[in-house]
């Protein structure tokens, strides 16, 4: 047995050609689709990149592995405590350990955990392939790695293989000379002059005029990514530079499944093609940044192809943190006391829906914010708004409105009043199950807020005297008075 797990980082689906996006993104990524099965409804619990990991690999909400955010306590894992023997169980039950334990030969080609300082992420493997770049590589860097790895070892049996692709992350970075395959295709009708206009006065980082988070000065050589669009043509090469990462990822995701035909491996080899998060586009006002608990950041493909399991398409509400128990039962694995994640094996046997009623999905770095998904719905609840001026509540209706335009909190208390008890139920839920009694988004409020907004304050509600949107800063000012002692 064999198995490629293709991580492409920042991926959201609704860009995939498989997931019904306008333009052909994805060909390769669309063909594994075709063969295998879709989930449609697959969201990482706790986001952006190290919660989203750390919750994939430990199979354990944020809330309990502790690792939520990008700095701070709580950008590492929680130590286990007095209880820990020799080897700490939940690096020795991770998705990797238990892969190993099922007879894989475990390699990775990855800078994420160099990138966060997260080096439990390479618990579990054999061998780990870093170019040092930190996540700043482009795919054509990594391919010799991911060539030279196919031509010694595709042909044996029982080997695993990590593929981390970053080329729809920000800063979008496609080398020059590969093109504009969208140079001629409309970018997504909702985004129009309007909505342009209107976003051009948003309050937050990562707005159409700062697509840098805080700056629109942005390195020269990243010229698929604009510091600001102020018309639709600048608009349309931002966007363009996200679906041109993603098609360029998937060229060479074409490569990986050439080579492995031509070495006469590719129809028994088992292929995952997941993210760790999205990307918002205009959602919410921000642009080419994963920094809310929305439905844009937190849903995230998931297609696997497995010989002899089933095809098609599952609707069914899952958990990145799923695929480990998922995995185990398979191998008839006992499952580790501490997992939070809940196995679909059964839908990939056989389709049986094995979804959730709701998700409770989180936010730690840009912004303290918790969701709860379920039917159409996401609600989101703000602790911190990393700036934007976002509403203690909002709710939308992702089926009405899937960009999330339509603000439906005080329209309808019935659907928050729900979500709200269930979100209530998880933390107390939460509290009672985990090792520690601090719920990690308190600690991160308590040391200054998330990470990336963290001593930012001054300086952008100046930026945003500067640049014609006094009223917000006023408000910002108002709303974290603690952010401005001392100046």
Not at 379 to 402: K, S, V
């Amino acid at each position: 047995m064999r198995m490629l797990f293709l991580d492409l980082d920042t991926l959201r689906p609704d860009h995939l050609g498989c997931y019904g996006y306008h333009r052909n993104t994805s060909p390769n990524i669309d063909r594994i689709a075709a063969e295998g099965l879709r989930f449609e409804n697959y969201h990482c619990s706790d986001a952006p990149c190290l919660p989203s990991r750390a919750a994939l690999t430990t199979g354990m909400f944020g809330y309990h592995n502790g690792a939520v955010n990008h700095g701070g306590t709580n950008a590492d894992l929680r130590h286990f405590g007095p209880e820990r023997g020799f080897r700490d169980p939940i690096l020795m039950n991770n998705l990797w350990n238990r892969i190993r334990q099922a007879g894989f030969h475990m390699s990775s080609i990855s800078t994420f955990s160099e990138r966060h300082s997260s080096y439990w992420f390479d618990a579990g493997f054999n061998e780990i392939y870093n170019i040092g770049k930190g996540g700043g590589e482009s795919a054509e860097e990594v391919w010799p790695i991911i060539e030279s790895w196919l031509d010694r070892n595709a042909a044996a049996d029982n080997w695993f293989l990590h593929v981390n692709l970053w080329d729809p992350h920000t800063p979008y970075r496609v080398p020059e000379e590969y093109g504009n395959p969208f140079a001629d295709s409309p970018i997504p009708a909702w985004l129009t002059e309007e909505v342009l206009t209107r976003h051009q006065q948003h309050p937050g980082p990562h707005g159409i005029l700062e697509t840098g988070m805080y700056t629109d000065q942005l390195a020269r050589h990243y010229p698929r990514q604009p510091g600001a669009a102020r018309t639709m043509e600048e608009l349309k090469t931002l966007l363009d530079g996200y679906d041109v990462g993603i098609h360029y990822a998937d060229w060479h995701v074409g490569r990986i499944l050439e080579r492995l035909d031509a070495l006469g491996v590719l129809e028994d080899t088992i292929i995952i093609v997941t993210s760790d998060h999205g990307e918002n586009q205009g959602e919410l006002g921000i642009y080419a940044e994963h920094g809310t608990a929305d439905q844009i950041t937190t849903r995230i493909p998931m297609i696997i192809r497995w010989p002899g399991m089933t095809q098609g398409v599952d609707r069914g509400l899952h958990y990145s943190l799923d695929l480990l128990p998922t995995l185990a039962e398979i191998w008839e694995q006992e499952a580790a006391p501490h997992w939070d994640g809940r196995s679909y094996a059964a839908t990939l046997r056989d389709g049986t829906d094995t979804g959730r009623e709701y998700l409770v999905l989180s936010q730690n770095a840009h912004v303290c914010q918790r969701s709860v998904r379920w039917d159409h719905y996401i609600y989101i609840r703000t602790l911190h708004d990393g700036y934007h001026l976002f509403p203690d509540e909002m709710l939308f209706d992702l089926e009405a409105d899937p960009h999330e335009t339509e603000y439906l909190a005080e329209a309808r208390p019935d659907l928050c009043g729900r979500a709200a008890r269930w979100l209530l139920d998880w933390e107390t839920r939460m509290r009672r199950t985990a090792r520690h009694v601090e719920d990690p988004m308190s600690r991160i409020l308590l040391e200054g807020g998330p990470y990336h907004a963290r001593g930012e304050l001054p300086a952008w509600a100046e930026r945003l005297e500067r640049t014609g949107r006094a009223e917000a800063a006023a408000e910002l000012r108002r709303r974290h008075p603690g952010e401005f002692r001392g100046r």
